[in-house]
């Protein structure tokens, strides 16, 4: 097979990580192509600075986001005593959300989940009768958007049912389905700044339908804010460790955590996209991941579980002979009885690993 002469625009993304601060930004770099010495440019752009925009009526007040990824001003701290005794009736349609909005609401949600199956391709699930009765009766419904769930957002316009909340996570994000590998990534739980986003939405969003309970999400969130700053202090130890080390993925759902450990994912990015949508990538991003591969720059292939084809199969053969150490990825929780953080602290326990055995020789 020839060697493509092409290079892939890279996406080097400074994180933002829970409680930092930092200021969200994009940059797009040019690294060395194994496979030829001819550059060219890709369609990826800059995005514009993240919005706390939504489709919903309700507007942050009490739980402001900040643009830099910061955390909700705090609410007055209410005694437990007197707490209602309320439980909200929640749906979210995957379980990465739905289990950080449990975390929120504690004992006062019934929170059903929709995708968790470890066997399902969430971006080709296809919703039922119960599916659809569960959206119907919920107070509350949580939908990734950005042409993950087009199945949730179907069901909501179909239901009727004008007293809910809904939280269409990307549309609040300001992320939408055009942006391509970028600014248009479904993968959005992935990314720190947008998991702290999220679940201050969440928090705002709970104490609006049950002001009285306002107290109990306040502590609630409070440590759910705190675990998920020790989850991505994990991030930020691995950032430290291997900043620009060259890894590759399969698709791109490792974008954004590449982006917040600050290693240099080199894959085509017209491969990652096309393989996320489930289409065939261009043969001239096949050949060229396939050089990067075999270069001996790549320490790691990355790979989604739940998204295996013979092509990706392929791809991951390629890296183990040429010492490439293969880790995988899920797309939602799991083992689906776990929390968000051991789940994410679990892929990135398995990244670290995967470095420190390729530093040392063993990949």
């Known amino acids: 097979m020839q060697k493509n002469t092409k290079i892939a625009i890279v996406v080097a993304v400074a994180a933002i990580l829970v409680g930092t601060?930092?200021?969200v930004g994009y940059v797009l770099s040019t690294p060395g192509n194994p496979c030829g010495s001819t550059a060219s440019q890709s369609g990826l752009t800059v995005p514009p600075p993240l919005t706390t925009a939504s489709t919903s009526p309700a507007r942050l007040t009490t739980a402001s986001v900040s643009s830099t990824g910061g955390t909700p001003s705090a609410l007055q701290s209410a005694s437990d005593a007197g707490v209602?005794?309320?439980?909200?009736?929640?749906?979210?349609?995957?379980?990465?959300w739905g289990n950080l909005v449990s975390q929120i609401g504690g004992?006062?949600?019934?929170?059903?989940?929709?995708?968790?199956?470890?066997?399902?391709?969430?971006?080709?699930?296809?919703?039922?009768?119960?599916?659809?009765?569960?959206?119907?009766?919920?107070?509350?419904?949580?939908?990734n958007n950005v042409g993950y769930d087009t199945w949730a957002t179907n069901l909501i316009a179909a239901d009727g049912v004008s007293n809910q909340t809904i939280l269409n996570v990307g549309d609040s994000l300001g992320v939408y389905v055009t942006g391509g590998i970028v600014t248009g990534n479904p993968h959005l739980w992935y990314n720190p700044a947008y998991v702290n986003q999220t679940v201050a939405w969440m928090f705002h969003n709970l104490t609006t339908i049950a002001p009285g309970l306002t107290g109990y999400f306040t502590d609630q969130y409070d440590n759910l804010?705190?675990?998920?700053?020790?989850?991505y202090s994990r991030a930020t130890q691995i950032k430290e460790q291997?900043?620009?080390?060259?890894?590759?993925?399969?698709e791109s759902i490792f974008v954004y955590l590449a982006n917040a450990?600050?290693?240099?994912?080199?894959?085509?990015?017209?491969?990652?996209?096309?393989?996320?949508a489930d289409n065939d990538p261009p043969d001239a991003s096949v050949v060229e991941f396939q050089c990067q591969l075999e270069s001996g720059n790549v320490k790691v292939l990355v790979y989604n579980a739940q998204t295996v084809t013979p092509?990706?199969?392929?791809?991951?053969?390629?890296a183990a002979e040429h010492n490439v150490t293969v880790i995988a990825v899920t797309e939602t929780i799991q083992p689906p009885?776990?929390?968000?953080?051991?789940?994410?602290?679990?892929?990135?326990?398995?990244?670290?690993?995967?470095?420190?055995?390729?530093?040392?020789?063993?990949?």
């Open 84 to 96: 209602p005794d309320e439980v909200i009736n929640v749906v979210a349609a995957e379980n990465f």
């Open 107 to 143: 004992t006062h949600v019934n929170v059903t989940s929709i995708v968790t199956n470890p066997n399902t391709d969430p971006h080709e699930y296809q919703a039922n009768d119960s599916d659809a009765r569960a959206i119907a009766a919920a107070q509350y419904v949580i939908v």
């Open 225 to 231: 804010t705190a675990s998920l700053g020790s989850l």
């Open 21 to 23: 601060g930092v200021t």
């Open 261 to 276: 450990t600050d290693l240099d994912l080199v894959s085509p990015p017209a491969f990652m996209e096309a393989v996320a």
């Open 337 to 363: 009885n776990v929390s968000f953080q051991d789940w994410m602290m679990g892929e990135l326990d398995e990244l670290q690993n995967a470095l420190n055995a390729n530093a040392l020789g063993q990949g």
């Open 311 to 318: 092509l990706t199969t392929s791809m991951k053969t390629i």
């Open 242 to 250: 291997f900043h620009g080390t060259e890894v590759a993925s399969t």
